[in-house]
Structure formats: structure tokens, C-alpha cells
């Protein structure tokens, strides 16, 4: 499997960013899959998932009603569109498949990842 985000940048508070990724290597539709992020000096954090067929989301409580999360199973991407962006929100984020244990944070499979820097 291969994952490979896009759409990181340098952004203001406030703004707004639109992350892809695409997916290649396994049934996309088949595979829930999520967002995950890692600040620099700490730990690997989930921030959103998504039921193989799109319907059903979960967010983490820090971006709930400020990210969506959503699918195209035919373009096999996933996306996240963050909004309302806050200086907390900067991490190199990454996509991620195959959760191991039950747990995101422990993908079987997650892509190199994308920068987000919110800064003034």
C-alpha cells in the first residue's frame, strides 16, 4: 500500500487548508481511514476517521466543527479540510490505513506526511 498526502502549507489563524491523499496498493473503498498528526516534541495524536463508505466520521474533541474529514472512493483520496485553524494545529499530518490492535495509532499503513504550519 501507498499513501501520499498533500495540500500542507503555511497558514495564518483562522485560515483555512485542504489536505489530500492519495491511495494506491489496496481496495480503497474496502478501508476506513483516517487523519493522524504529530507536533514537533510530541507524540502521535488521531485526529479524524472515516467509515469505509464515507458515512460515518469521528472526530477528536480539539477539531470537532472546525475539520471534515470525507472520501472519493472512486479517485481513491481521502481528504480533510481544516478550517479555523489554530497556532495548536501545527503538525506534519499524516494519512493512515489498516489500524493495528484497534488503534490509529498504530497503522499498519500511513503516508510521509504533509506539513501544516499555522503562524502569524
Known amino acids: 500500500a501507498q499513501l501520499v498526502e498533500s495540500g500542507g502549507g503555511l497558514v495564518q489563524p483562522g485560515g483555512s487548508l485542504r489536505l489530500s491523499c492519495t491511495a494506491s496498493?489496496?481496495?480503497?473503498?474496502?478501508?476506513?481511514m483516517a487523519w493522524l498528526r504529530q507536533a514537533p516534541g510530541k507524540g502521535l495524536e488521531w485526529v479524524t476517521s472515516i467509515s469505509a463508505d464515507g458515512t460515518v466520521p469521528f472526530y477528536a474533541d480539539s477539531v470537532k466543527g472546525r475539520f471534515t474529514i470525507s472520501r472519493d472512493n472512486a479517485e481513491s483520496t481521502l481528504f480533510l479540510q481544516m478550517t479555523d485553524l489554530k497556532v495548536e494545529d501545527t503538525a506534519l499530518y499524516y494519512c493512515a490505513s489498516d489500524p493495528m490492535g484497534g488503534t490509529w495509532l498504530r497503522p499498519r499503513f500511513r503516508g510521509r506526511g504533509t506539513q501544516v504550519t499555522v503562524s502569524t
Open positions: 496498493g489496496f481496495t480503497f473503498s474496502r478501508a476506513p
